[in-house]
């Protein structure tokens, strides 16, 4: 093999005149590839074939300047001129050792050539009905076998380019653009991967990442939790390529971070996953999309013809496919990487790939090549005969490392992939990001309903009355609950005795929502379909040792916990180390139904003021990306200016990125002052689209004074025509006593409303827990409107939610309120498909 001494041509052809036409679009094809200057094709150079002696001159090309020599046979061949002529010096060297460097190609059947050496028994390829492009991609595969360049271990480089360890004082592993990176590391001192890749940037000013065991993986993950949404195993090496031990490790990695954390996952490599494997990696893909996350799995593939560049133990590019196929089977998102695109691989290449590739494909990466600006690497991937090829000289984008590095980024091979990709139906991306937003987007198709809530979690507590009406109140786990500063509070507003029941809840309309979708959720769940995917967002305050319910104590009770078992998610949910806030409904009338009562509201925040710190503290891009993935937000609590200053901007930009995202608000207690803030309250429900309230909430949230007499539709309108004129919420108005509705939304010019009445029986001397009325309501509404096999209509939707509220207030047990909310959407089921 003649690899050392650069020869002038890559490629040399022969051919006689008649099939000039065809042989001059294969001499293009090639050019594209490998430059035009790089291509013996007469017409390229007429110039300097306008020359005496032209007879011993061509000839000399062709056996010293070429480092492959095709020939297009047919039975004319050895009667033209210039051909006869060319076809001495292929007769000498078919007689030497480098005979190696003829290609024999042939119109048909060529007939005896035998005068010029050709004997029946030497192979050619039959191209009598084959297309130019065909022909110039096996030409350039012959090329390839017959020349590939030296290429460098990962030893040999490292004499003279040592693996760049990240030191102690830097972070071992990455977190950029909202993703971590991490890795197993380098196989050893002096390797990064156990593939060696000649191309990849590892081998030069790379800073590889820190060798570290899963456990201390995990604990760097954790340091950082809430600044991604997604782990890619990737970056220095691959961490699935190696030993079996090696590829168990990381099937181990892989299973660590689904179990330890709540999000979204890519894995990488070349390798070929042992079956075993790729079981424990479907369970884990399953368990992620049950959660509404995605598992990518993503096989590189960077050449098809110059199999130089992926040497062994990299699998070939069949096994690859297999590999791909199998990942498809085992129902994971697929990436194919083509990846980086390189100078020396022809287009042909990605598109041979994107074909064998397109029934086992999601995506598809492309990327440019990062080269040390030295040459190394351009050493190693084209050996002696380096060809130019343009670049930028720019430092990495994704790394820390300082070094200056020549990019190539050829926008003719991005172009025509992307077409290709556009032909069968397969995205195209040259970024990882934007490829995950896609998938995240196009799977929600197949995913069941998302929900968060939004707002700051606090104990439930709902005592009798007389018990916190006692004169001599003693120590113990209320005490250490409630403390005697909110006590005292409590004791001044309400007075020394009380004589009515008060109820002290978890604080937050939104939680409630949750927690009732979840329980309808679960109470369906024997069908073997889960409804819907919950999460809340939020504060919680710290553990309760013990508390007492009506009836009955309860055994230490731990909010997140709780969220656990009852399947919500609580990736942004804040452990806080304050006393959980509390809130205490007092009833003053009769005991048997709200109707006839009164309510007045008192709470204490607590952990609810660090809501809007906890929610500035985070990253705000990924939060407001991570809202946008959500078919639904509830908000409540928001009992100050500053959490809904932070809410309103999240939710507004939420609403940008998804606008078929659906908000609604709770309202709860609204001050004066509140409501003075008009610019941050019209921000929030310009983003709304249902505002629940009581009569006295829309009253002061349309800037009426209590003193004034204003009937509801009035109120409405005032709020829509005179301070919010560009929204187009929809008002749900629940009268103090839970039996009625009234709803109001904009149309054209007017104000339409509507009126629900529900009669529901109250139980006999009875205490009823009013606890989270108006959220069960939102419960009611967003079940009807966000389940497409439920459908939309406003009033059997307020009608049922109202069924749900009922459920809740009349029911003393956890069984009993379980069997009529059951009851309650099962009618509202059938009054749907009656109806249709």
């Keep these: 093999m003649d690899n050392l001494k650069t020869k002038r041509f890559s490629v040399a052809l022969s051919f006689p005149g008649e099939y000039r036409t065809f042989v001059e679009k294969i001499a293009d094809n090639l050019a594209a590839t490998v430059r035009k200057e790089?291509?013996?094709?007469?017409?390229?150079?007429?110039?300097?074939?306008?020359?005496?002696?032209?007879d011993t001159y061509l000839p000399n090309l062709y056996r010293n300047e070429s480092e492959l020599v095709v020939i297009f046979l047919c039975p004319e061949y050895k009667e033209k001129r210039w051909c006869n002529l060319e076809s001495r010096f292929i007769k000498q060297l078919i007689a030497t050792p480098e005979k190696h460097k003829i290609m024999l190609v042939a119109f048909g059947e060529p007939g005896d050539l035998a005068d010029?050496?050709?004997?029946?028994?030497?192979?050619?390829?039959?191209?009598?009905?084959?297309?130019?492009?065909?022909?110039?991609?096996?030409?350039?595969?012959?090329?390839?076998?017959?020349?590939?360049?030296?290429?460098?271990?990962?030893?040999?480089?490292s004499k003279e380019h040592h693996i760049h360890e990240r030191g102690a004082e830097q972070e071992p592993f990455q977190v950029w653009e909202n993703r971590a990176m991490v890795s197993l590391g380098p196989i050893s001192d002096k390797a990064h991967c156990y593939f060696q890749c000649p191309f990849c940037y590892v081998n030069s000013s790379y800073l590889s990442f820190q060798r570290k065991t899963i456990i201390e993986i995990i604990d760097w993950l954790s340091l950082y939790s809430g600044r991604y949404d997604i782990v890619y195993i990737s970056g220095d090496t691959d961490s699935f390529a190696g030993s079996p031990k090696r590829q168990e490790m990381a099937v181990e990695l892989v299973e660590a971070i689904s179990n330890n954390f709540h999000v979204e996952i890519m894995i990488t490599t070349r390798a070929v996953i042992q079956k075993s494997h790729i079981r424990r990696l479907q369970n884990v893909s399953d368990k992620l999309r049950a959660k509404g996350l995605n598992f990518f799995a993503c096989v590189s593939i960077t050449q098809f013809t110059h199999e130089y560049l992926e040497p062994k133990p990299i699998p070939s590019v069949v096994d690859r496919i297999s590999q791909l196929a199998e990942f498809k089977k085992a129902g994971m998102i697929t990436v194919l990487a083509m990846r980086p695109f390189l100078p020396i691989v022809p287009v042909s290449d990605y598109i041979e790939i994107l074909d064998r590739c397109k029934e086992y494909v999601d995506i598809v990466l492309g990327k440019a090549w990062y080269a040390d600006d030295a040459g190394k690497m351009d050493s190693a991937i084209m050996g002696a005969n380096i060809r130019e090829y343009a670049f930028n000289l720019e430092r990495m984008d994704f790394d820390t490392n300082k070094a200056m590095w020549k990019v190539f980024a050829p926008q003719d091979v991005e172009a025509k992939v992307e077409d290709m990709c556009d032909q069968i139906g397969i995205p195209f991306f040259m970024r990882s990001r934007p490829a995950i937003d896609w998938a995240r987007a196009n799977s929600k198709k197949n995913q069941p309903p998302r929900v968060i809530g939004i707002g700051a979690l606090n104990v439930n507590f709902t005592p009798k009355a007389r018990k916190w009406g006692?004169?001599?109140?003693?120590?113990?786990?209320?005490?250490?609950?409630?403390?005697?500063?909110?006590?005292?509070?409590?004791?001044?507003?309400?007075?020394?005795?009380?004589?009515?029941?008060?109820?002290v809840f978890l604080g937050g309309g939104a939680y409630h929502a949750i927690e009732c979708l979840s329980e309808l959720d679960q109470l369906h769940r024997g069908a073997g379909t889960s409804?819907?995917?919950?999460?809340?967002?939020?504060?919680?305050?710290?553990?309760?040792?013990?508390?007492?319910?009506?009836?009955?104590?309860?055994?230490?009770?731990?909010?997140?916990?709780?969220?656990?078992?009852?399947?919500?998610?609580?990736?942004f949910v804040k452990r806080s180390e304050s006393k959980p806030g509390i809130t205490l409904n007092?009833?003053?009338?009769?005991?048997?139904t709200p109707a006839k009562s009164g309510r007045t509201n008192q709470t204490a925040p607590c952990s609810n003021n660090e809501l809007a710190a906890?929610?500035?503290?985070?990253?705000?891009?990924?939060?407001?990306?991570?809202?946008?993935?959500?078919?639904?937000?509830?908000?409540?609590?928001l009992f100050s200016h500053e959490a809904m200053s932070v809410i309103a901007k999240l939710l507004t930009a939420a609403k940008q990125t998804n606008q078929a995202l659906k908000i609604s608000w709770d309202v709860g207690v609204l001050n004066s002052e509140l409501c003075k803030r008009r610019p941050i309250l019209h921000k929030l429900l310009h983003s709304t689209d249902f505002?629940?309230?009581?009569?006295?909430?829309?009253?002061?949230?349309?800037?009426?004074?209590?003193?004034?007499k204003v009937e509801n539709q009035e109120a409405a309108k005032k709020l829509y025509k005179d301070i919010y004129a560009n929204s187009n919420f929809a008002l749900v108005v629940q009268d103090v006593s839970c039996e009625k509705v009234e709803f109001y939304w904009r149309y054209k010019e007017s104000i339409v409303s509507q009126k629900v009445v529900c009669n529901c029986p109250h139980g006999e001397d009875r205490q009823m827990n009013v606890t989270a009325a108006s959220a069960y309501l939102a419960a009611g509404l967003i079940d009807s409107q966000i389940r497409p096999d439920l459908g939309f209509n406003m009033r059997p939707s307020v009608e049922y939610g109202m069924n749900l509220v009922w459920a809740k207030l009349i029911s003393i047990t956890p069984i009993e309120r379980g069997n009529r909310l059951r009851q309650a959407r099962d009618n509202f089921v059938i009054g749907i498909e009656t109806s249709i």
């Design 691 to 708: 505002v629940l309230l009581s009569p006295q909430e829309l009253r002061t949230l349309a800037g009426i004074s209590p003193s004034e």
């Design 586 to 592: 007092k009833w003053s009338g009769s005991t048997k």
């Design 116 to 157: 010029i050496g050709i004997l029946p028994g030497d192979g050619y390829i039959d191209i009598d009905s084959r297309q130019p492009e065909e022909i110039a991609k096996l030409i350039l595969q012959r090329h390839a076998i017959n020349h590939p360049p030296p290429c460098l271990s990962i030893d040999a480089l």
């Design 38 to 54: 790089r291509i013996l094709y007469d017409k390229y150079w007429e110039a300097e074939f306008a020359c005496v002696d032209l």
């Design 531 to 571: 409804n819907w995917q919950l999460e809340y967002v939020g504060v919680a305050g710290r553990k309760i040792e013990k508390y007492t319910e009506v009836n009955y104590e309860h055994p230490p009770f731990d909010i997140i916990e709780r969220l656990g078992e009852r399947r919500i998610n609580c990736k």
């Design 614 to 637: 906890y929610l500035k503290n985070q990253d705000q891009n990924m939060l407001v990306r991570h809202l946008a993935t959500s078919d639904w937000i509830h908000v409540s609590s």
């Design 470 to 503: 006692s004169n001599k109140f003693e120590e113990g786990d209320e005490k250490e609950v409630l403390g005697n500063k909110l006590w005292s509070h409590v004791e001044s507003s309400f007075g020394p005795k009380f004589f009515d029941y008060y109820e």
